[in-house]
């Protein structure tokens, strides 16, 4: 009797599982491959395909339908990004004797440069969120507390937000001067820890063990699922500290501090390689988005140093 063959949903959950499993992919990472993989199966479904089946032609018949719905170039690109994987996995693994999406390239699009505060505005920020501290009520000093420290770890150490939110109690805990952070693909990176981040933690600890809540796995802890404080709802906070700071919202967010984690130490001297080390970035191109930052303190070194630059 011939083997009834694997629906879609198969094929996806089977390449879910090898990410999970064999990468560490992130629950955050699995939702968005989860997100395109069904949206790309939901309309081959309505053409009468499947993933099993699909041609060379039917991809690209897809990813002109996504660029028809107003996607994104990024967006499409993003969605080719999880096509070609799934594919890659399903050849070898067996499950297709040929890769439909080797040979598609994605979308053009150019790279646009990242936003980032200025370092008084930052400060600006930092400052707005320690004046919290001197409001009556305890449960407001510690909620402002947590804010000034999420802000002052984040800007000291380029975090990114989930790995930020998901720090555990032991790093505020410990006298130290590096965080170890776990990032994607479950890799582990060292990040120095500044005096104003310490402190930050310190007041932080210290009033949450004020208001007896006990102790905690989580540096941030929350009674959601997670156990700990959402990106979104940092991000919510972050955006109303912004307009108290004299700040547009749209410009301000947990990756934009990221990013000027990252500027502001170009900026002064930093090594590229040794910012994408901080990052976690796992490819220097990754992190070369930031170059913009070193032309420009190179056009002021020939303008300051040259012997022939004009007075």
Not at 51 to 70: C, E, M, Q, S, V
Not at 230 to 259: C, D, I
Request: proline share 3%.
């Amino acid at each position: 009797m011939p083997r009834r063959p694997k629906s879609n949903e198969t094929h996806i959950a089977l390449f879910l599982d090898m990410l999970a499993a064999e990468r560490g992919a992130s629950k955050n990472t699995l939702s968005a491959y989860t997100r395109d993989l069904q949206d790309f199966s939901a309309d081959l479904g309505a053409i009468g395909k499947t993933i099993a089946a699909a041609t060379n032609d039917h991809l690209r018949a897809y990813l002109g339908r996504l660029a028809k719905r107003g996607l994104a170039a990024a967006s499409v690109a993003r969605h080719l990004s999880a096509i070609r994987q799934l594919y890659r996995f399903l050849y070898s693994e067996g499950h297709r004797s040929d890769d439909p999406a080797a040979a598609i390239e994605g979308p053009k699009r150019g790279r646009s440069l990242p936003k980032v505060l200025s370092i008084a505005e930052v400060d600006n920020l930092l400052a707005q969120a320690r004046a919290g501290l001197s409001t009556d009520t305890i449960s407001e000093r510690l909620r402002a507390a947590r804010l000034a420290c999420l802000l002052e770890v984040l800007y000291a150490t380029g975090l990114r937000v989930s790995e930020l939110v998901a720090l555990p109690e032991s790093a505020a805990r410990r006298d130290q001067r590096m965080l170890v952070v776990r990032g994607k693909g479950a890799r582990e990176r060292l990040v120095p820890l500044n005096d104003a981040a310490k402190r930050a933690m310190a007041e932080y600890l210290a009033l949450r063990d004020e208001t007896k809540l006990g102790r905690s796995k989580w540096l941030f802890p929350s009674f959601g699922e997670t156990g700990h404080l959402t990106r979104q709802h940092f991000a919510r906070e972050l955006k109303s500290l912004a307009g108290a700071a004299g700040l547009k919202s749209t410009r301000v967010s947990p990756h934009v501090l990221r990013h000027a984690f990252a500027s502001h130490l170009l900026q002064n001297g930093a090594d590229l390689r040794v910012v994408q080390t901080l990052l976690g970035h796992a490819d220097i191109s990754t992190t070369q988005i930031y170059t913009h930052v070193l032309a420009e303190r190179l056009k002021s070194l020939v303008r300051d140093l040259h012997p022939l630059a004009e007075e």
